[in-house]
């Protein structure tokens, strides 16, 4: 504070110094000082949260560096993508290289860790025999078990911003989903056990909304 007193100090100084200057000039001079000063006070208050990043999703990484500053060790650990090795290992509490290595230190430590549950490599498969299929969901309930959290792209974003939308009403019709849409809203959170109707889910289709299901 002791600058900008001393900035204002000076101005004051100067103003008296000359000639025909009125007040009111006076006055929006000072103003001006005081508005940069609490514009700077600001600036330097936003503290950007660290966290930690692993994965190939670069697009995804940008996405957070607006918000967040992205450190080699953090109290949050991102993970963008677990191959079905990654995923096995994982499950069963064990590592083989520096990727695994961190995120179960991680999880050993206390430490919270999410998945981006579209970076699951086992998902990018259609036809996935069944028995196989089963096996992978009980390696990531596993992981899930550990602690982990699992959730989509769309979800997680939201959710690291503290911007989401829950909605929590029992069913999620077409003329409710419009309503949100109408509002400007192209994202929503629904609750787990929230019923979704075809027409609202044609609707989203139609329009780019995406609908999430919170876990």
Not at 98 to 115: A, C, S, T
Not at 152 to 171: D, G, H, T, V
Request: glycine share 2%; no cysteine; charged share 30%.
């Amino acid at each position: 504070m002791t600058f900008w007193s001393d900035r204002l100090f000076t101005i004051v100084l100067e103003v008296d110094m000359l000639n025909n200057i009125n007040e009111e000039y006076i006055r929006k001079i000072i103003q001006k000082e005081l508005e940069k000063y609490f514009l700077l006070s600001r600036k330097e208050e936003t503290v950007k949260t660290n966290i930690s990043f692993l994965g190939e999703n670069m697009e995804l990484k940008r996405k957070l560096e607006d918000s967040f500053e992205i450190e080699e060790e953090s109290e949050t650990l991102i993970v963008s993508n677990l191959s079905l090795k990654n995923i096995y290992n994982l499950s069963i509490g064990i590592y083989e290289n520096k990727f695994e290595e961190k995120i179960l230190k991680q999880v050993l430590e206390g430490k919270k860790v999410f998945l981006i549950e579209e970076g699951l490599e086992y998902l990018k498969y259609q036809n996935i025999p069944t028995n196989l299929l089963e096996k992978y969901n009980t390696y990531v309930k596993n992981i899930k078990d550990y602690g982990i959290k699992i959730q989509k792209e769309a979800y997680f974003l939201q959710y690291i911003n503290n911007s989401e939308e829950i909605y929590s009403e029992r069913l999620l019709d077409y003329k409710k989903l419009r309503e949100f849409y109408l509002k400007g809203l192209n994202s929503l959170l629904v609750a787990e056990n929230t019923i979704i109707t075809s027409s609202a889910m044609d609707y989203a289709k139609e329009n780019n909304i995406t609908i999430v299901k919170r876990r």
